[in-house]
């Protein structure tokens, strides 16, 4: 009966030092760790420890959030776990699913981990729209047109150049070509 850890930060530039301090301090036979989002179930140390967990194993997390950001995927995990007759502990929240009482409390602990994060996404949103109900700009700034585009661009228009050549003509990539022909063909429809 093998305790296994799973240690998951949203993004690279974030550390996983206090969950790993977490999980070293109890002395866990492995740990799988990663850094990417948790937004769904698609994460390759996940799928790993889930395939590696054999039954009487216990996965530990140190906050059930790491395991999941909505209700539907960490029940999915959770029966997973069951089915293969593993246990499951969040540290944090103090969850056990070896009783009745620790299987209620991460239901409802996983609801509101998930309210949080629709929270979060409503909040992002708000502030996409005020901003740019402000006139900002949100993303990267448009590439800029080059020198030659003009003489590039007719030449593509006429045939006598693939959109390959055309965007290697112009140092860019393909998708980066296409994106800039619709700009300029806007901006043409819009001074006509």
């Known amino acids: 009966m093998a305790r296994i850890g799973y240690v998951r930060v949203s993004s690279v530039s974030q550390n996983i030092y206090r969950q790993e301090d ?51 995927d960490l029940l999915s995990i959770i029966d997973t776990l069951n089915q293969k007759h593993v246990g499951f502990v969040s540290i944090k929240e103090s969850i056990d699913t070896g009783s009745a009482q620790g299987r209620f409390v991460l239901t409802l602990f996983a609801a509101l981990a998930e309210l949080e994060r629709d929270n979060i996404l409503s909040r992002q949103k708000e502030g996409i729209e005020a901003a740019k109900a402000r006139g900002r700009h949100l993303g990267r700034p448009a590439k800029e047109f080059p020198q030659n585009w003009e003489a590039i661009y007719q030449a593509w228009k006429a045939g006598t150049l693939t959109p390959s050549a055309a965007a290697k003509a112009l140092n860019l990539k393909r998708p980066t070509f296409y994106t800039m022909v619709k700009r300029w063909e806007v901006s043409l429809l819009q001074s006509a």
């Open 22 to 72: 977490a999980m070293e301090n109890l002395g866990l036979d492995k740990v799988f760790c990663e850094k990417i989002s948790g937004k769904n179930t698609q994460r390759p140390e996940l799928r790993r420890m889930l395939e590696y967990v054999r039954e009487g194993d216990t996965v530990v997390v140190a906050d059930i959030s790491r395991l999941a950001r909505s209700t539907r």
